[in-house]
């Protein structure tokens, strides 16, 4: 079993930044792979970036390439997502997820956290 906490979700304006934080415990495996996605109120699940376990392959979404970076600790077992120059279509609650490959597709993972809302107002 993988536990997976988000944290650092909040209100910001648009331009400012924000840095989630993606705590894992329980098995977690060094041979993992990290993701980030998003969901907006009755809009589908949206991959935003993942990392391998080596942090040597990282994908992200062209809607943020550019503004926000992925990266990880695995010494402190999280992962990190900085967020800069926020738009308003940004807003979505953000989940990470944990899987055997770096995929963007949601059923590639097997454990998710509890979701961080951020909201980005104009």
């Known amino acids: 079993q993988v536990q997976l906490v988000e944290s650092g979700g909040g209100l910001v304006q648009a331009g400012g930044s924000l840095r989630l934080s993606c705590a894992a415990s329980?098995?977690?495996?060094?041979?993992?792979?990290m993701g980030w996605f998003r969901q907006a109120p009755g809009k589908e699940r949206e991959f935003v970036a993942a990392i391998t376990w080596s942090g040597t392959r990282i994908y992200y979404a062209d809607s943020v390439k550019g503004r926000f970076t992925i990266s990880r600790d695995n010494a402190k077992n999280t992962v990190y997502l900085q967020m800069n120059s926020l738009k308003p279509e940004d807003t979505a609650v953000y989940y990470c997820?944990?899987?055997?490959?770096?995929?963007?597709?949601?059923?590639?993972?097997?454990?998710w956290g509890q979701g961080t809302q951020v909201t980005v107002s104009s």
């Open positions: 997820a944990a899987g055997g490959v770096p995929s963007p597709t949601p059923p590639s993972y097997d454990y």
């Open positions: 329980g098995r977690t495996f060094s041979r993992n792979a």
